[in-house]
C-alpha cells in the first residue's frame, strides 16, 4: 500500500512543546489532583515562564528554570468542583480544554492545546462463584459492557473520511453500545477515532497491533517493539475514552490450544518461542503501559495490559461462538465472560 499518511518537515525557531499529558492523580471532595508532564524538544536551562488554561480560565502562571538542563518537568494544579467524564448511557462524557504555554522574555513560544476528560477507569478481577470476576468501574461505578469488535473500516485506509467515522461511531452510540474494541490485527486508529469517542462516551479496548502469530526475540525486533508501543502510549493516554490496553489478539491462545503450533519443535525449541512471548507481552508491555500512564486503578492496575485467553478463568475471546455447535454446547454447560 505505501506511505498512506501525511508526510510533512516541521521547523521551529528555538524550541517546542515535544509532548503534554495530563495525569490524574485522585479526585477528593470534588476536586481533581492533575499533573502536567511537559516534554520540550530539547533540555533547556535558561528561565521560562509557564501558564496552564483550563476552559480558558488560567489556572497556573509562574517562572521556571531549571537547577540543570532537562527537557522534561511537572506542573501540580487542581479543578475545583471537577465534572467527570462518563460512558454516554451513565451520564455525561465531560471533557475540558486545557492549554499549556511556555514564553520567554515575555514572548510566547509555543503551546499546546488538548481535550480530556476526569475519570477513573477499574478492572476488576476479583475471585467470584464462578472462578474470578471480569469486568469495569469506571468512577467507581459498575459498567455493564455493551460494544463490538472494531476492524479498518476499509482495505485501503486513505479512502476512509471524517465523515465516515462521524457516521459509524454516532451509529454505535445510537446502538448503545459503550466499548468498542479495536482488534490487534488492524491498525492503531487516527486521531479522530479516539477524538470521536471520548466526545460520544464510548470506551475504547485498545489491542497493541499483534495478531495470530509468535513474534521474534532478537534484540533488533524488541527495540522496534519498544519504539512502537513507547509512541503509541504516549499518543493516545491523553484520551478519557482508552480503557484498557491489551497485549494482543489470539497469540497466547493459538500457541496453546490451536493445535499444530508446537508439532515437530524440541521442547527447547518451544521454550524458546515462549520465552520470547513473555518478553515482549508478559514484561515489556506492562512495564511500559504503568510507566507511561499510570493511571490510579488500584489492583487492578496490574491487570491494564491483560491477555485475550484465561480457559481457567472462563475469560475468553469466544470467536467460535458465531457458528459453531461445539461451542454452543459449552456455554450451556460453563459460564464464560466473553472478551
Request: hydrophobic content about 35%.
Amino acid at each position: 500500500m505505501g506511505i498512506w499518511k501525511p508526510v510533512y518537515l516541521e521547523a521551529y525557531d528555538d524550541f517546542k512543546i515535544d509532548d503534554v499529558y495530563i495525569k490524574q492523580n485522585y479526585v477528593k471532595d470534588s476536586t481533581a489532583n492533575l499533573t502536567a508532564q511537559i516534554k520540550l524538544s530539547d533540555k533547556r536551562t535558561e528561565l521560562l515562564h509557564y501558564k496552564i488554561k483550563v476552559n480558558d480560565s488560567l489556572y497556573w502562571d509562574q517562572d521556571y528554570q531549571p537547577k540543570a538542563q532537562e527537557d522534561e518537568f511537572e506542573i501540580h494544579f487542581e479543578i475545583p468542583q471537577v465534572q467527570l467524564w462518563w460512558p454516554h448511557h451513565i451520564g455525561e462524557p465531560y471533557l475540558y480544554d486545557i492549554e499549556v504555554m511556555v514564553s520567554k522574555e515575555g514572548k510566547l513560544i509555543d503551546s499546546q492545546k488538548l481535550k480530556t476528560g476526569i475519570r477513573t477507569i477499574e478492572l476488576v478481577n476479583e475471585p467470584d462463584e464462578h472462578g474470578t470476576s471480569f469486568f469495569f468501574k469506571v468512577n467507581d461505578v459498575p459498567v455493564y459492557i455493551k460494544g463490538a469488535n472494531y476492524i479498518p473500516q476499509n482495505s485501503m485506509q486513505d479512502l476512509v473520511t471524517d465523515d465516515h467515522y462521524e457516521k459509524l461511531l454516532s451509529d454505535v452510540k445510537e446502538a448503545n453500545m459503550n466499548m468498542l474494541r479495536v482488534w490487534g490485527g488492524g491498525i492503531y486508529e487516527n486521531d479522530i477515532f479516539y477524538e470521536k469517542c471520548d466526545e460520544k462516551g464510548i470506551l475504547v479496548w485498545q489491542d497493541f497491533m499483534f495478531a495470530c502469530a509468535m513474534y521474534p526475540g532478537d534484540a533488533r525486533f524488541r527495540e522496534s517493539v519498544t519504539n512502537e508501543i513507547t509512541q503509541q502510549i504516549t499518543r493516545l493516554r491523553n484520551h478519557s475514552s482508552i480503557a484498557l490496553w491489551c497485549g494482543n489478539n489470539e497469540t497466547s491462545e493459538a500457541w496453546h490450544n490451536w493445535g499444530g503450533w508446537q508439532e515437530g519443535r524440541s521442547q527447547a525449541e518451544r521454550d524458546s518461542i515462549w520465552e520470547d512471548y513473555r518478553a515482549v507481552f508478559q514484561i515489556a508491555m506492562p512495564k511500559y503501559v504503568s510507566e507511561l500512564t499510570n493511571e490510579p486503578t488500584g489492583k487492578a492496575r496490574q491487570n491494564t495490559v491483560v491477555e485475550i485467553l484465561n480457559m481457567n478463568l472462563k475469560a475468553m475471546h469466544m470467536t467460535g461462538v458465531y457458528g459453531m455447535m461445539l461451542i454452543h454446547l459449552s456455554i450451556l454447560k460453563n459460564t464464560y465472560r466473553d472478551l
